[in-house]
């Protein structure tokens, strides 16, 4: 039995709310920094310092998927490669990381999930090394503009042919020498790989996953549905290497509360500020269990519910109508 992983914040404290969008502009997804995200954060933590297998489970719309994009910062390295004119505070940003999201497919041969985990891994990689390509040329235009200046004798009569002059030329081959081996020298920057609906992944998929670690000297966080952990179990070679294991917990009353009275909304929607009608808050705790995808969906719904009949206060009413358009249930 794997132990349980240790958090370091037993004290529940107030959500701290965020709200972007993920497109062009390249700013964060939308992400409510609860207890439970802290506590993910915490795990994904160990897992890359101690370079271990972690598990981690939770029931869908709890938001294991959209807290492992944010500490991947993924939206920001997808970004950077999906559009054009990206400024170097981005690529600057981006090469700080570590961690790699990747998504596991519904089907795929071994071979191709090593191919496709390889091409993702590959998208920090080569931030990493054009960044680098472009700090190295940089310095080599700096040197070659003193070494040209030193050889002119125009510029420089007396000292053209001078030992100064022949060390900055020198000086000026070895720098485009090592501009030229950047992308051969520079090491996969990745520590950890996240690799989320993990149990679309067949007993060859989890075996090419297993070497991919032991090859790699990364950690790895696996984040499927619950049940997960039973079905590793029954894999020894694999199971044995988890380090960690990992419950994402629905968000619970006091938490959805404090999200509310802070006036947290999902990205691009806007509802009356606080303090809403206390029946209507109950009533969005009971309809959402907790889960996180639940709540976007029910909020929206309900801003779309105050736009058509033009009312400016929330209530019950409003919830419950706006419940009557969602499918509530497992998200």
Request: hydrophobic residues 35%.
């Given at each position: 039995?794997?132990?349980?992983?240790?958090?370091?914040?037993?004290?529940?404290?107030?959500?701290?709310?965020?709200?972007?969008?993920?497109?062009?502009?390249?700013?964060?997804?939308?992400?409510?920094?609860?207890?439970?995200?802290?506590?993910?954060?915490?795990?994904?933590?160990?897992?890359?310092?101690?370079?271990?297998?972690g598990l981690c489970y939770g029931a869908?719309?709890?938001?294991?998927?959209?807290?492992?994009?944010?500490?991947?910062?993924?939206?920001?390295?997808?970004?950077?490669?999906?559009?054009?004119?990206?400024?170097?505070?981005?690529?600057?940003?981006?090469?700080?990381?570590?961690?790699?999201?990747?998504?596991?497919?519904?089907?795929?041969?071994?071979?191709?999930?090593?191919?496709?985990?390889?091409?993702?891994?590959?998208?920090?990689?080569?931030?990493?090394?054009?960044?680098?390509?472009?700090?190295?040329?940089?310095?080599?235009?700096?040197?070659?503009?003193?070494?040209?200046?030193?050889?002119?004798?125009?510029?420089?009569?007396?000292?053209?042919?001078?030992?100064?002059?022949?060390?900055?030329?020198?000086?000026?081959?070895?720098?485009?020498?090592?501009a030229i081996r950047v992308a051969s020298?520079?090491?996969?920057?990745?520590?950890?790989?996240?690799?989320?609906?993990?149990?679309?992944?067949?007993?060859?998929?989890?075996?090419?996953?297993?070497?991919?670690?032991?090859?790699?000297?990364?950690?790895?966080?696996?984040?499927?549905?619950?049940?997960?952990?039973?079905?590793?179990?029954?894999?020894?070679?694999?199971?044995?290497?988890?380090?960690?294991?990992?419950?994402?917990?629905?968000?619970?009353?006091?938490?959805?509360?404090?999200?509310?009275?802070?006036?947290?909304?999902?990205?691009?929607?806007?509802?009356?500020?606080?303090?809403?009608?206390?029946?209507?808050?109950?009533?969005?705790?009971?309809?959402?269990?907790?889960?996180?995808?639940?709540?976007?969906?029910?909020?929206?719904?309900?801003?779309?519910?105050?736009?058509?009949?033009?009312?400016?206060?929330?209530?019950?009413?409003?919830?419950?109508?706006?419940?009557?358009?969602?499918?509530?249930?497992?998200?």
């Open positions: 039995m794997h132990p349980q992983h240790q958090e370091t914040s037993p004290q529940p404290s107030k959500p701290q709310p965020h709200s972007s969008d993920t497109g062009t502009n390249n700013r964060r997804s939308a992400i409510v920094e609860t207890l439970e995200h802290r506590r993910f954060t915490e795990f994904c933590d160990a897992c890359k310092r101690y370079r271990y297998i869908p719309g709890v938001g294991k998927t959209l807290s492992a994009l944010h500490y991947a910062n993924w939206a920001r390295v997808q970004a950077y490669w999906n559009h054009p004119c990206q400024t170097k505070a981005l690529l600057k940003e981006i090469t700080k990381g570590t961690v790699v999201f990747f998504t596991s497919p519904v089907v795929s041969s071994p071979g191709h999930l090593e191919r496709d985990i390889r091409k993702t891994r590959s998208l920090l990689h080569n931030a990493a090394i054009e960044r680098a390509r472009r700090y190295e040329h940089a310095r080599m235009k700096r040197l070659l503009y003193r070494a040209e200046k030193l050889r002119d004798p125009q510029r420089n009569p007396d000292g053209y042919r001078s030992d100064e002059a022949f060390k900055m030329e020198n000086a000026f081959h070895e720098q485009r020498d090592r020298t520079l090491p996969d920057p990745t520590a950890l790989l996240v690799i989320d609906e993990a149990d679309r992944l067949k007993v060859a998929g989890l075996e090419q996953v297993r070497d991919i670690f032991d090859q790699g000297r990364i950690g790895l966080v696996l984040i499927g549905m619950p049940g997960i952990e039973k079905r590793l179990a029954r894999y020894p070679q694999f199971y044995s290497r988890i380090g960690f294991v990992h419950e994402f917990r629905p968000l619970d009353a006091a938490a959805i509360r404090q999200l509310l009275d802070q006036g947290w909304t999902p990205s691009g929607v806007h509802l009356p500020p606080p303090p809403w009608d206390q029946e209507a808050v109950a009533a969005i705790i009971r309809m959402t269990g907790g889960n996180f995808r639940l709540l976007n969906r029910l909020l929206t719904q309900m801003e779309r519910i105050l736009e058509i009949n033009a009312l400016r206060e929330m209530s019950k009413a409003v919830v419950e109508a706006a419940r009557e358009s969602l499918v509530i249930g497992q998200a």
